[in-house]
């Protein structure tokens, strides 16, 4: 939470929704064997016991978002009760309030419980486990992939970040996370961090900033999915060895892909590459993707393969190797209980918290501008990409024109917001072009050089560029020392 009235107001919209009974609050009591086991964009997430049994359930901390964010999540998670018993989608069972590594501390801060995947993310999975994956079992894997999404798009919901850091696995069962949070949390202040984090799963499209139509963001997620298709098939994250900024970004942009993977079957290939297609109307739906999976799978099978079987459907006790674990008593605890939140749910006006929120004229402002501000650097970002001269003001200008930004109105608002690091760039940069102010490259240095540090990848390549200008001004000085006084 960026303050503690951010963190007031969180905790308020979260207290309301336990209070209406659109979430279970689950008492500390209920968790034994608290374990830290990763650290992600918005908090800490921690591996704990059901009551006593062996059942592990994973707790996940929301400490890093702002109060806007946190309403959009509560609003996500009472969506997300329509996928609930999708085998392939992680499981949301409700709210914990407590401190999870120190006892006896009262916290304010919530947690998220969810179902636990017991091998992580699939890019951990893969590393441990590649060497003994059969081509059924890779075939499968993406079928549950494949149907995860499917089922998010037949529910009107674009996932926006897949990526294999997203895509967990349990008992050799995929299971989809972090869909409707992270499209919330990338308005946060490191979107750009995030940005590049993933860059190789990302949607060229997306480098552009032009993906608002929401086919286009269905599109973006089979984007993700080829290349995760693509993964599966070599056990290793996309362009392992390079590392994920911009002139990788640029690459892909212009068309470069992985290079298939020997052995792999000619019609997973296809389906892969169609769906990375630069083109958005040349990539299949997820439902054309699962159709092709289950051919090529049912052939399979036909050919004698045994052991090859979709698993999206099935239950968590099924899976590829047979490990078998008797799960039975908290599972039918756990959605006992959820059944009893669905029913809740579905008693109750679940539109309120959201429009609430939205007819609220401040925080719909404060949105609004912070949405122009993460525009104008994607565009500023988009044109330094294309090449276009980074010293000159004329394409911002026109940018603002064409778009009825009112220049002056940004910048006074971007004089008293520089929380986030988008922000700090952009009062950078309006110095350093004298937009609004007078030029000063001193103080657009110093701006940048700060949202650098916040991994600001645009800021880093500003920074570069005035100390590249420096160097050869100066060089210019001692050649030519006449031009001081020109
Ligand atoms: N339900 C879960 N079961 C088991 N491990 C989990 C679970 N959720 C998260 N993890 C582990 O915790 C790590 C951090 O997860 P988290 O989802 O918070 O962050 P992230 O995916 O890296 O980033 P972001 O929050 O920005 O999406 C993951 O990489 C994963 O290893």
Same mark, same amino acid.
């Given at each position: ?6 963190? $007031? ?17 689950? /008492? ?28 592990? &359930? ?17 609003? /996500? ?26 006892? @006896? ?9 969810? #179902? ?6 699939? *890019? ?6 590649? $060497?003994?994956?059969?081509? =059924?079992?890779?075939?499968? &894997? !993406? ?6 999404? !499917?089922? %998010? ?7 926006? +970040? ?9 008992? $050799?069962?995929?299971? %989809? ?10 308005? =946060? ?31 973006? +997620? ?17 362009? !392992? ?9 640029? #690459? ?29 109307? @040349? ?55 959820? =059944? ?28 609004? &501008?912070?949405?122009?501000?993460? +525009? ?5 970002? *988009? ?10 003001? *004329?394409?911002?200008? +026109? ?15 971007? %004089?008293?917001?520089? @929380? ?10 309006? @110095?350093?072009?004298?937009? #609004? ?50």
């Amino acid at each position: 939470m960026q303050n503690t009235e951010n963190t $007031n107001e969180c905790i308020k919209w979260i207290e309301e929704a336990i209070s209406k009974e659109y979430f279970r609050l689950y /008492e500390h009591k209920y968790f034994s064997n608290v374990q830290r086991i990763g650290t992600g964009g918005f908090g800490k997430v921690y591996r704990v016991n059901w009551k006593n049994s062996d059942q592990y &359930l994973a707790l996940k901390s929301f400490s890093n978002v702002d109060d806007v964010i946190a309403k959009e999540i509560v609003h /996500e998670l009472k969506l997300q009760r329509d996928i609930q018993f999708h085998n392939n989608i992680i499981k949301f069972y409700g709210v914990a309030q407590f401190e999870p590594e120190y006892q @006896n501390v009262q916290s304010k801060n919530y947690l998220l419980v969810m #179902e636990y995947a017991d091998s992580g993310t699939i *890019k951990n999975y893969l590393k441990e486990n590649f $060497n003994n994956l059969t081509w =059924s079992n890779k075939c499968n &894997l !993406a079928y549950q992939l494949a149907s995860a999404v !499917a089922c %998010l798009h037949n529910e009107g919901i674009v996932h926006r +970040d897949l990526h294999s850091g997203n895509v967990l696995v349990h008992q $050799n069962i995929i299971k %989809l996370s972090d869909f409707g949070l992270s499209k919330r949390i990338e308005s =946060s202040s490191n979107t750009k961090t995030k940005f590049f984090g993933c860059v190789p799963y990302v949607d060229p499209k997306r480098f552009s900033g032009r993906n608002k139509n929401k086919k286009l963001n269905e599109k973006s +997620d089979i984007y993700s999915v080829g290349v995760l298709f693509w993964e599966l098939s070599s056990g290793q994250p996309p362009f !392992a060895t390079e590392e994920y900024d911009i002139d990788l970004a640029l #690459e892909i942009s212009q068309g470069r892909r992985e290079e298939p993977i020997l052995n792999t079957p000619e019609n997973y290939i296809k389906i892969y590459t169609e769906c990375w297609d630069n083109e958005p109307d @040349n990539r299949p739906t997820m439902n054309q993707v699962l159709e092709r999976l289950k051919e090529i799978i049912t052939k399979t099978t036909e050919n004698h393969q045994p052991g090859l079987n979709l698993q999206s459907t099935s239950t968590d006790e099924q899976n590829f190797n047979s490990i078998n674990i008797d799960t039975s008593n908290i599972n039918n605890s756990l959605h006992g209980e959820m =059944s009893q939140i669905i029913e809740n749910f579905d008693k109750m006006n679940t539109k309120e918290i959201v429009y609430k929120t939205l007819t609220n004229e401040d925080i719909s402002s404060e949105i609004k &501008l912070s949405k122009i501000v993460n +525009d104008i650097v994607n565009y500023i970002f *988009k044109i330094t990409s294309e090449g276009k001269n980074p010293a000159s003001n *004329k394409h911002i200008l +026109d940018y603002f024109n064409d778009n009825n930004i009112n220049s002056q109105e940004i910048h006074d608002w971007l %004089l008293i917001n520089q @929380n986030n690091s988008d922000s700090i760039f952009l009062l950078g940069y309006f @110095n350093y072009l004298g937009i #609004e102010t007078i030029k000063d490259r001193k103080k657009a240095l110093n701006l940048f050089t700060k949202a650098s540090e916040q991994t600001h990848i645009l800021a880093k390549f500003y920074v570069k560029l005035i100390n590249w200008q420096i160097y050869h001004q100066s060089r210019e000085l001692s050649r030519h020392p006449k031009s001081l006084f020109d």
